[in-house]
């Protein structure tokens, strides 16, 4: 199983998603920005060091909103959602296709990787 983090950005009522690159698994399928958990990092290190890989932004990271186990037929993730804050807002897309800051009500309007099903039921109802 591999150890995936994530971050829940809000700006507003909006929060941010992030398009996949074409070229990689699930590609341009939208997620929320992190990835993988290094061998001897912290998730919340890790959270942080991959969000100024992907977007060159510095994050505050806070509790965790929520996290699930998803098996893909490649791998199985145990995905962990942080709530997180961008304390440098200059957002570049080194990694992504492309991102938005989207409502709850626009969730639909996206095609997500599957991992992210249970994360948008629950911002959809609870947020």
Not at 3 to 14: C, K, P
Not at 82 to 89: F, G, L, Q, T
Request: glycine share 6%; charged share 25%.
């Amino acid at each position: 199983m591999i150890e995936v983090v994530a971050a829940l950005i809000w700006d507003g009522d909006r929060f941010l998603i992030c398009q996949r690159p074409e070229h990689k698994a699930r590609g341009l399928l939208w997620e929320y920005v992190g990835g993988k958990v290094e061998p001897g990092e912290t998730k919340q290190g890790a959270l942080i060091r991959e969000c100024r890989e992907e977007l060159g932004v510095i994050v505050s990271v806070g509790d965790v909103f929520m996290d699930v186990v998803h098996e893909y037929p490649d791998i199985t993730v145990h995905l962990t959602l942080y709530h997180a804050s961008i304390a440098e807002v200059t957002i570049r897309l080194l990694e992504h296709n492309a991102i938005a800051w989207i409502t709850p009500a626009e969730i639909p309007d996206y095609a997500f990787c599957p991992a992210d099903k249970e994360i948008n039921e629950r911002i959809a109802i609870e947020l």
